[in-house]
């Protein structure tokens, strides 16, 4: 049976990057006879533009018909001034929730060829491999109130709710405690139990839910520290588990130990490892259409879905080690350049890959 895979490129730099990675997924396709298929869609602006909405119930529908999806980045200038209903990324967080996408896997890798890239000192972040675990449906992403109103004074005030129930905290801890165990079996759970009501909920459960993972070394830490130990000594961490916003902002953070947020893939699964998968990057609209965007981190999400959902590790792990011999070639997309490294754009950056992967 053949596996079908949704390739929704979406807006900005989405398509051009998403066409190297196409590229890299047909060679891997025929070189490792994984019978794939592949259809494409659109999400985001891009679907504003062709359906009226960011995201269509048609496409909605082929992407539960998928079996993995791989997705670009949504959002752009063009689309700020819309009703906020209808923003690009109302389609992005419409698809996780549908599609109960609530585990978000950031890995956090520093190729070595790249440790000059990084704004730290190469010292402390050579070596770095952490994974952060991220809840994606849930907390102030999706809680509900969440309104702009008008004050009796005439002021305008609007407000978010940060729910998270019992079961939604299990299920998201239990994904960070199963990375742990095989990787370091070292989690890190982080929250803000000190002042958020949320979080305490938070801490209790991932507690209980250790009780089962007795191997794993847990430790919990505020997410104010956590920022401050991610670029002080972010070797220390394994797998960190937190919710949506803070896995949000400390996977943006994590990315520039690695030399550039162009270098991190992601992943999102639902509770059967169905998955969608995306650079953690934005739609980077600055830039679009120039042909210098990164497309490693697109490309690397290709491995990752090979890797997830498909069981296909020798093929993921030829991904990632074509990566790594382009790196060691010196070629460099503008974002990870280094002194005595080639420039290139998008495409030579995605035909030298597909050329790499397809000598090993
Ligand atoms: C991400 C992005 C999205 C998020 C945006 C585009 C809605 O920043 O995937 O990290 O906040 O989740
Ligand atoms: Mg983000």
Redo the contacts with the bound molecule.
């Keep these: 049976m053949s596996k079908q895979i949704l390739i929704l490129p979406g807006d900005g730099i989405g398509p051009e990057i998403m066409a190297e990675a196409v590229k890299v997924l047909e060679v891997a396709n025929s070189k490792f006879n994984l019978g794939f298929e592949l259809s494409f869609d659109d999400l985001g602006g891009a679907a504003y533009d062709r359906y009226g909405v960011p995201l269509a119930d048609e496409t909605l529908e082929r992407a539960r018909a998928a079996d993995a999806i791989l997705l670009g980045a949504?959002?752009g200038p063009k689309w700020d001034t819309i009703d906020p209903a209808l923003r690009p990324?109302r389609g992005?967080?419409k698809i996780r929730s549908e599609l109960g996408l609530f585990g978000n896997l950031r890995p956090a890798i520093l190729y070595p060829q790249l440790a000059q890239a990084s704004t730290l000192k190469p010292e402390v972040v050579s070596g770095l491999d952490i994974l952060i675990v991220r809840e994606l449906t849930g907390g102030i992403?999706f809680g509900k109130p969440r309104e702009r109103t008008t004050l009796e004074n005439g002021e305008r005030m609007a407000f978010d709710t940060l729910p998270y129930s019992e079961s939604e905290v299990r299920r998201i801890a239990k994904v960070g405690f199963d990375m742990a165990m095989v990787r370091n079996k070292k989690l890190c759970s982080v929250d803000k139990a000190n002042v958020l009501a949320s979080s305490q909920l938070w801490r209790e459960v991932v507690e209980e839910v250790a009780k089962d993972y007795p191997e794993v070394e847990l430790s919990h830490m505020y997410v104010d520290n956590a920022a401050m130990q991610l670029v002080r000594a972010p070797k220390q961490f394994d797998v960190m588990v937190t919710d949506n916003m803070f896995g949000?902002i400390l996977?943006?953070q994590a990315s520039m130990l690695t030399g550039s947020i162009g270098m991190l893939p992601?992943a999102s699964l639902d509770v059967n490892n169905k998955g969608m998968y995306?650079p953690?990057h934005?739609s980077a609209p600055d830039i679009a259409g120039q042909g210098i965007a990164n497309p490693l981190a697109t490309i690397l999400s290709v491995s990752m879905m090979l890797r997830y959902s498909f069981a296909q590790v020798a093929a993921a792990d030829a991904i990632e080690q074509a990566v790594s011999q382009v790196l060691d070639q010196g070629l460099r997309t503008g974002d990870i350049l280094s002194e005595g490294c080639r420039k290139v754009g998008t495409v030579e950056m995605g035909d030298a890959v597909v050329a790499a992967l397809k000598n090993l």
Excluded: I, K, M
Aim: proline content about 0%; glycine content about 16%.
């Design positions: 949504v959002g990324e992005l967080l992403y949000d996977s943006d992601s995306e953690c934005g």
